[in-house]
């Protein structure tokens, strides 16, 4: 009975702690596969094409993405990010779940090529913690800080385009990271993706 | 913060084992109510109204099922069995979600009463297992075994009107009852039902 994958995007505010929450997740279901992401950057001493990233020019990068190749983008000092379509679509054809932890703006293209992607925006319980938790890392200055939260607030406006919002406590990592693997299996029950099952049933 | 409790329907072929796996699933989740069922049969020794059932007359009842003032009702060896619906509303409103297992007909009635319900089929790997659970227990005749299962093969073409198909394999009663907790923690963190955590953050 062979069943393809599906796609989850782990989206939200820059600064609420979605790496960490994703890392952990990772950790809980090492069966989710993570892409190949392509750039334009330089590969580093030790890094290699198709594990690391896949190295492309920026004329190869941009081509891909008038195709419609890349499932998203963003370009970061000077250089682009995306993660190419093909790849994506070679783990959920091997019937693997793939999880994309990807900035709001890359969210919304997703969700534009790929209605059926179980999309997770994971936002910090209020605003007021948001400010603590970037004041406390005390690695940027105070109007870099307000500039983070009145843009948080902005993409937290465009909660309601999610299937999922998950509150992203300080400290409650754990619960957060559960949460989503929770999300992540009842997905798997949906009907649409229990065809197979059911055909079996009744065989 | 004010949050109302949702309804989630678990629903199925009979004899497909929904009544063992939903019992496991509440003492998993001793915080999801059941609601009181009314009934027509007459209240046994040490039955109290309002607790085991709600007794009613026949005329009682049949008038609410007229006013849709039940979420769903069956007859059964002459006496009829249904959800009041202000019972499952005063759950709701109390922020308890609550859980009905019910036949795939009540189901039905449900759905369309309460689009907002979320409904789960629960059915066995294949109609073989199901058999061989029905011959097993031994308490049918072969020909009621045979129309059990070829009713069973019916209701599951109903399946894609319910949101989540979970496989009730046997001897796996634990893992099934596992899914069901984790289908509804997800459903808890649906956009929909997020509407007041989003709000605080903007606050």
Do not use: W
Request: net charge negative.
């Amino acid at each position: 009975m062979h069943k393809n994958g599906f796609l989850v995007v782990i989206s939200g505010p820059s600064g609420g702690g979605k790496g960490t929450v994703v890392r952990r997740v990772r950790e809980m279901m090492p069966e989710l596969a993570l892409s190949v992401s392509a750039t334009t950057r330089p590969p580093r001493v030790g890094e290699e094409d198709g594990r690391e990233y896949y190295f492309l020019d920026r004329d190869a990068f941009e081509e891909m993405v008038a195709r419609e190749e890349m499932l998203e983008y963003t370009s970061y000092c000077g250089n682009y990010y995306g993660t190419p379509k093909k790849e994506a679509q070679r783990i959920m054809a091997s019937g693997k779940n793939m999880i994309l932890e990807i900035e709001v703006e890359g969210a919304e293209q997703v969700k534009r090529l790929y209605p059926d992607a179980v999309s997770i925006m994971l936002i910090p319980p209020t605003i007021e913690e948001m400010r603590q938790r970037l004041v406390g890392r005390g690695t940027e200055p105070i109007e870099t800080v307000e500039k983070r939260l009145s843009r948080a607030a902005e993409e937290i406006q465009l909660a309601g385009e999610y299937d999922y919002i998950v509150i992203n406590q300080r400290d409650e990592i754990e619960a957060c990271a559960k949460q989503i693997c929770e999300i992540i299996h009842a997905e798997g029950a949906r009907t649409g993706r229990m065809t197979a099952e059911i055909e079996a049933f009744l065989i």
